[in-house]
């Protein structure tokens, strides 16, 4: 790779490259079993290089940030505009998708032939997300509420589906460290300062090998991906979501205008290796390293704002996935000829939203907690099975929404918040 180029540039021939090869090689017998031995773990090495980085980067920043406020009243100010911000784009996202699916009605472009044939070949897979969210729903209303509570931070910290956990720690540590006496305070300061500064060049090495990573991690895709035909069945489907998710992209725009004045160009400009990561990796998580780098580079977010607002986006921000939940449940519907009502979709609207946010940050997570929205509107589970065939793509085309809503609210954030100066901390 030319190093003259453009980050997103390099990753942007990786993916092209990966998607060549791929279909170049699928012409021979031998060619995807070489693509899966040989190419695909790479890709994989890839993905668990930034999944490792992924926790310390929370710990490290998040509590630099939160002690480097030095009042509390500005953590809470921050937190609720960000928690507040979420909700209503998430909310803004669901509207945005349960519109579109009823205007364009993909659901009633699927043949009786097409319907069996996809429940056919993907009841196990369904199957599976419906007894996993099935044991989620069994586990309480106020589960999710206890899971924020680690009982052992080590034990959270093994685990990047424990995310909320590593934040909740994080900030209950910065906020001791706020509390108790500069002089005790500002050692343990340094270090996290210091360590901070060594994830961060971790990161920068990890991304010199972005375009190969994303080049092993496409070629896989492309070699693993259903049949034509099952694609052509659902491109209606696919459109309707990649309309929404492009009205997001559009609303983003909109906020980063109104409250910051930058122009579009300047946020996609600076957060384009990150959205590109997100499409290859379809995680929000393994991408968070990447979104902080480009947030507090080059969109020029405050530390202090960035390392809180991102780590806590990429657990429950998930507006792609919201839209994608709304778009499948009524899609499956349609599909199945069932008929939904006004209160019914306005049901959707509260749960998809409450399911985003309840995601991990990890690709196909989605999936589960779908099944949760398609029980609450009375449609049947087992219809999961008509989108398997083209979720993985389009997991990837929802991360990018993910990771730019985190980017765009933490700029908004950062345009109300007064930040202390450096010397004011010390």
């Known amino acids: 790779m030319n190093k ?12 092209a490259a ?48 939160v002690s480097d406020l030095k009042d509390i009243s500005k953590l809470s100010e921050m937190g609720t ?12 996202a669901v509207s945005i998708g349960l519109g579109l699916v009823n205007i364009l009605k993909p659901g009633n472009a699927i043949s ?6 996809l429940l056919s070949s993907y009841k196990d897979d369904a199957s599976k997300r419906i007894d996993m969210a099935i044991a989620q729903e ?28 590593v934040i909740f720690f ?44 994303v080049f092993a ?85 405050p530390k202090e704002v960035a390392s809180f607002v991102l780590p806590i986006g990429a657990t429950i921000n998930m507006d792609g996935t919201s839209l994608y939940q709304a778009v499948a449940a009524v899609f499956i519907a349609q599909a199945f000829g069932m008929e939904l009502s006004l209160a019914t979709q306005l049901g959707i609207i509260a749960t998809a939203t409450l399911a985003s946010i309840g995601s991990a940050a990890v690709p196909g997570a989605g999936m589960v907690m779908l099944v949760i929205v398609l029980a609450q509107a009375g ?16 997991d990837m085309c929802r991360t990018v929404i993910n990771v730019s809503g985190d980017a765009a609210v933490s700029m908004m954030v950062a345009s109300k918040i007064k930040i202390p100066k450096t010397e004011e901390i010390l």
């Open 4 to 15: 003259k180029l453009a980050l997103h540039w390099q990753i942007l021939i990786g993916m």
């Open 18 to 65: 990966g998607v060549l090869f791929a279909l170049l090689f699928t012409n021979f017998s031998w060619g995807p079993q070489l693509v899966r031995d040989w190419i695909k773990p790479f890709g994989t090495i890839f993905i668990n290089c930034l999944k490792l980085i992924a926790v310390p980067l929370i710990l490290a920043s998040l509590i630099k940030g």
């Open 81 to 92: 505009r960000t928690i507040v911000t979420f909700i209503l784009t998430t909310v803004l």
């Open 112 to 117: 009786e032939e097409t319907r069996m044939e």
């Open 138 to 165: 069994e586990s309480g209303p106020l589960q999710a509420l206890i899971d924020i509570v680690p009982d052992n931070i080590f034990y959270a910290a093994s685990y990047n589906t424990s995310m909320l956990q």
């Open 170 to 213: 994080a900030i209950l540590f910065g906020i001791a460290l706020i509390l108790i006496p500069k002089k005790s305070s500002k050692p343990v300061k340094k270090f996290f300062d210091g360590f901070n500064d060594v994830i961060l060049k971790i990161i920068d090495l990890i991304m010199a090998t972005a375009p190969y990573g």
């Open 217 to 301: 991690l496409l070629a896989a895709l492309v070699v693993e991906s259903p049949s034509v035909d099952l694609f052509s069945a659902l491109a209606l489907y696919a459109i309707t979501i990649l309309i929404g998710l492009l009205c997001m992209l559009g609303v983003y725009a909109a906020i980063v205008w109104v409250f910051t004045r930058k122009s579009p160009s300047f946020f996609f400009k600076g957060i384009a290796p990150a959205q590109l990561l997100a499409f290859s990796t379809s995680s929000s998580a393994a991408t968070l390293p990447v979104t902080m780098e480009r947030v507090e580079e080059h969109l020029h977010v």
């Open 379 to 394: 449609i049947p589970e087992a219809g999961l099975a008509l989108i398997f065939a083209i979720d993985r793509p389009l």
